[in-house]
């Protein structure tokens, strides 16, 4: 649907206390009176209106899919991307009940979507920039990649479940094709969409869009991403889409689910991971952040080993992989030799999610913590050089400690880059 249906009206504070008002199972949650309820906009995402509602009892968020992006008003955009957003946490909250949200309401006509408030919480990307990012939030983050695509993937269902999952996500068509266009196209060639304010990139984006090696890499990550439905992808998750406190964790933002290869997630998440560590100065800093992705991805695949290993065997020998005895070396190797794959497409889509938040659509505000023009120009620099070479030499690095050597290349190789 591209345009709203007659039933449908956008709603402002107000309009969000009537609408809560009648329904009672989640007035009951506000509690009080509704009068008395306190309601604010915040809306800081690019496509959609969010409210938090506060009673004497509890918090909920509503959030609404507008007819076009909210930033930018000339871009029409359809509005079920709410309701792919409540049937993904619909599909994994079982799986990830404390480090997501519930689907508490969905509206059809009025695409309204409303889950429990984080008001509490912090965005992971301001916290990393504040410096009080949990560390324990990268770990949770793995162990929710691991747990969702694991339970949605061909490893713990029936192929009957999950192509009917596929088939619903499918229609999730306007929503992929952004992420196809701008992760995996639109920086790779002139683009109205594509911008960068620092003139010092235009050489480095020249030559990342001339080099043949990573223009095959690049075509290969997107043919696999559209071809390759491993597991049901959170599809945007990066450290805006995370909120955490101290001890708890929670990812939002589900809209772009689909269906794809599992390195994809955990490519963008890692990408955001490095792109707050570029843009760090405070050495006690970069040394979290640093652990945060050995962590992410530690977390990860000790959590998808664990679960492939122990879960309940599923009785459909179709969906039956790497049959050997659980004890058996021969089981235990071949899993391992699968999550390198996942890792090895990891790399490739961290590099490209860097290179698509410094030069394409939607930049990252971690580098503005650095005022200096200059200083922001050489660090990104270093950054798209960093994803360039994991293009182009990412099948080298096995693990993290190779692919913390090609960072610290990067970093050595570039004088200005006082790291």
């Known amino acids: 649907m591209s345009t709203p249906q007659s039933a449908y009206r956008t709603v402002d504070a107000e309009g969000v206390r009537a609408y809560v008002a009648k329904l009672p199972h989640l007035a009951a949650r506000l509690g009080g009176n509704p009068a ?14 969010v409210f938090l509602a506060h009673g004497p009892k509890g918090g909920l968020c509503l959030k609404q899919a507008l007819p076009h992006v909210r930033v930018d008003p000339s871009w029409k955009m359809p509005l079920d991307r709410t309701f792919f957003e409540a049937s993904y946490l619909r599909e994994v909250f079982s799986s990830v009940p404390d ?3 519930e689907c508490l309401h969905f509206d059809p006509e009025q695409f309204i979507l409303i889950v429990e408030s984080l008001a509490d919480h912090t965005v992971l990307r301001t916290a990393l920039m504040g410096g009080t990012a949990p560390e324990q939030s990268a770990v949770h983050v793995g162990l929710f990649v ?21 088939i619903l996500f499918a229609r999730n068509q306007t929503l992929t094709r952004i992420t196809v266009d701008l992760v995996l196209t639109d920086p790779y060639f002139s683009h109205p969409r594509n911008h960068w304010a620092e003139t010092e990139l235009t050489a480095t984006v020249a030559d990342i869009r001339a080099n043949p090696t990573v223009k095959t890499r690049v075509d290969d990550l997107r043919l696999k991403f559209l071809s390759n439905p491993q597991a049901l992808l959170h599809g945007d998750l990066h450290t805006g889409s995370v909120m955490a406190t101290q001890s708890d964790t929670r990812v939002i933002d589900g809209e772009f689910a689909t269906y794809g290869p599992i390195g994809f997630d955990i490519g963008l998440f890692m990408a955001n991971l490095f792109l707050s560590l570029f843009s760090q100065e405070n050495i006690e800093k970069k040394s979290l952040q640093i652990k945060m992705i050995q962590k992410f991805w530690l977390s990860f695949e000790s959590e998808f080993l664990k679960l492939w290993m122990t879960a309940p065997r599923n009785p459909d020998p179709s969906t039956h992989y790497y049959e050997e005895d659980s004890s058996s070396k021969n089981s235990y190797e071949n899993k391992k030799n699968f999550i390198q794959t996942i890792f090895q497409d990891a790399l490739g889509y961290c590099a490209t999610e860097i290179i698509r938040r410094i030069i394409g659509y939607a930049h990252v505000a971690d580098f503005s913590a650095l005022k200096d023009h200059h200083k922001i120009a050489v660090r990104k620099k270093t950054a798209l050089l960093f994803a360039k070479n994991l293009l182009t030499n990412g099948n080298s690095a096995e693990t993290l400690e190779k692919v913390f050597e090609i960072f610290s290349q990067n970093i050595a190789s570039n004088p200005e880059c006082k790291f």
């Open 36 to 49: 008395d309820w306190t309601i604010r906009e915040v809306s800081d995402g690019n496509l959609n209106m």
């Open 99 to 101: 480090l997501t949200t």
């Open 146 to 166: 691991a747990r969702s695509t694991f339970h949605t993937s061909l490893f713990s269902e029936s192929f009957e479940k999950t192509m009917d999952r596929r």
